[in-house]
């Protein structure tokens, strides 16, 4: 039986969804959120009993993840490009790669591409 | 004599001369009358009737009235006693010339007090509310009039179609039959019951009968279950949707009107949504992948339905998968009122957190109208999940 506790974040905007899942499955892996959009109500769910120490972790992870913006829901985004957007980038970096070789540069790989155009959202 | 008196007597040897005589005293008072002598001869007989008679000293009065005419002045006599200002006078008296009369004291006619109405009285000819005296004609009373005798092509059991009742109640459990105190002709049941009811059909039908339930309470669930045989043949209900029992929540409403033969549903709106009861069981997945999904993995869930119309909605959150993985997660008809759907159908827009928030959709799939399916618009659910997957949906559904 999974253990169910709520929690009242100590804060008025909305965390980052991905990233607060992140910080908090990192305290305990089987960690899940459940949360009404605009409220500071949380109920986290774990597997096991909640600890005074974890119910602490997990409220500071509530109150200090970062806020939602614009350019971490672009990231986000790119973290789940499907198939179809996947294909378009690389056959573009396919392309730009022979036009590297030519020029005697380094070929890029599909990671850095991603990783350049994730920190490109972060920026905008 | 007196005892101081010594008697006379005469002394011896003396000769004494003769006495003299003296004069004739006066003449005593008469003797007392002498016996009664023997009885006369009868009398001649009477001469006419009406005369009385003496026989032996006793006086006869013959039972024949004696004619006025044989008493002298007693026409006159009466007349002259008569306080004629009060013949045929109001409170007055009657008079003697032989016209009917009212009987005691004689009333003039007219239309005010202490007055009669004559024969052509327009008061004896009008148009008169009777005095309220229904209860004689009821049962028992002392003029009852039976309904079989209104007869015609109205049915007796019909005769109360005019009548409106609103009757209420707080039956709970099993109603059979259902008979609430006052039900009569038309009527809207008001249930506000302190636990669910379920009813299977109505007491009293009759062609053209109507029957209205009405929610009135705040909580509980009142439930009509279609053509039920725990209730006699011509009491069942006909539902509109007939796979389930039709529930009525709180402001919900619901009609029926018998056509001869039972109960037929014209109109249904269950009112508020109902919340089922939680079962693990009826979240399942259409392969060998187990979707876990706890009470408090609900956020909510609720059904209302309207008619055949089911809207049905769900908000589940931080659920498991585990196993091969499979493209349907499914909801058993248990979680929305036992309803069959009507037809296979691809409905509404499914949002999703399988890894991130995406869309899919709701389907329902031929063969298995009992269950409804979420899917991601392409592949599978991912297996292995742990605490984070959930689905939002809120759409309707037409029902059996």
Redesign the interface.
């Given at each position: 039986?999974?253990a169910?506790q709520d929690f009242t974040a100590n804060r008025t905007t909305e965390a980052h969804q991905?990233t607060l899942?992140a910080q908090l499955r990192a305290l305990d892996?089987?960690?899940?959120?459940?949360h009404?959009v605009g409220t500071q109500a949380y109920?986290l769910?774990?597997?096991t009993a909640w600890t005074t120490p974890q119910r602490n972790a997990a409220q500071n992870v509530l109150d200090t993840a970062p806020e939602w913006t614009p350019q971490l829901q672009a990231q986000?985004e790119i973290?789940?490009w499907p198939i179809s957007t996947r294909a378009f980038a690389e056959t573009l970096l396919d392309e730009i790669n022979v036009l590297r070789a030519q020029l005697g540069l380094a070929t890029r790989t599909p990671a850095q591409v991603t990783t350049a155009i994730r920190n490109k959202a972060g920026t905008l | 004599m007196s005892p101081n008196r010594k008697p006379y007597r005469r002394p011896q040897g003396v000769t004494l001369p003769p006495p003299r005589v003296g004069a004739t005293g006066a003449t005593g008072p008469a003797g007392p009358a002498g016996p009664a002598g023997p009885a006369g001869p009868a009398g001649p007989a009477p001469a006419g009737t009406g005369y009385v008679t003496v026989t032996g000293g006793v006086l006869n009065v013959p039972s024949a009235a004696i004619p006025q005419a044989d008493i002298t002045g007693l026409v006159a006599a009466l007349a002259a006693k008569e306080a004629t200002a009060n013949k045929n006078a109001a409170s007055g008296y009657a008079g003697l010339d032989a016209s009917s009369k009212l009987t005691g004291s004689q009333q003039v006619y007219g239309t005010a007090a202490n007055t009669a109405a004559q024969g052509n009285d327009s008061r004896l000819s009008d148009a008169r509310t009777p005095t309220a005296h229904a209860a004689s004609h009821k049962s028992g009373g002392g003029d009852a009039i039976l309904l079989s005798e209104f007869g015609g092509d109205v049915p007796v059991a019909s005769l109360s179609n005019g009548t409106y009742t609103i009757v209420d109640s707080t039956g709970t459990g099993a109603l059979d039959n259902w008979n609430p105190t006052g039900l009569d002709g038309n009527s809207l049941i008001t249930w506000h019951g302190a636990a669910d009811a379920a009813v299977t059909g109505f007491a009293g039908g009759a062609v053209g009968l109507v029957r209205a339930v009405k929610h009135t309470g705040t909580t509980k669930v009142i439930t009509f279950a279609n053509n039920s045989g725990s209730s006699t043949a011509g009491n069942r209900l006909q539902n509109i949707a007939t796979s389930a029992v039709m529930p009525l929540a709180p402001t919900g409403w619901a009609v029926w009107q018998h056509d001869g033969t039972d109960w037929k549903m014209t109109g249904h709106d269950q009112g508020e949504d109902i919340t089922p009861a939680f079962n693990a069981a009826h979240f399942t997945t259409n392969g060998t992948m187990t979707w876990t999904v706890e009470a408090g993995d609900i956020g909510s869930i609720s059904y209302c339905l309207k008619g055949k119309r089911l809207f049905f909605q769900f908000l589940i959150q931080t659920t498991s998968t585990a196993g091969t993985a499979t493209n349907h997660l499914r909801i058993a008809n248990g979680q929305f009122g036992g309803f069959t759907f009507a037809k296979q159908l691809v409905s509404g827009t499914l949002l999703h957190n399988d890894g991130g928030f995406a869309n899919g959709f709701v389907q329902v799939v031929s063969g298995a109208l009992t269950t409804l399916a979420l899917a991601k618009f392409a592949g599978n659910w991912t297996t292995g999940i742990v605490n984070t997957l959930a689905v939002y949906w809120n759409g309707s559904l037409e029902v059996i």
């Open positions: 039986m999974s169910f991905p899942l892996a089987t960690a899940g959120v459940q009404e109920r769910k774990k597997a986000g973290d789940q | -």
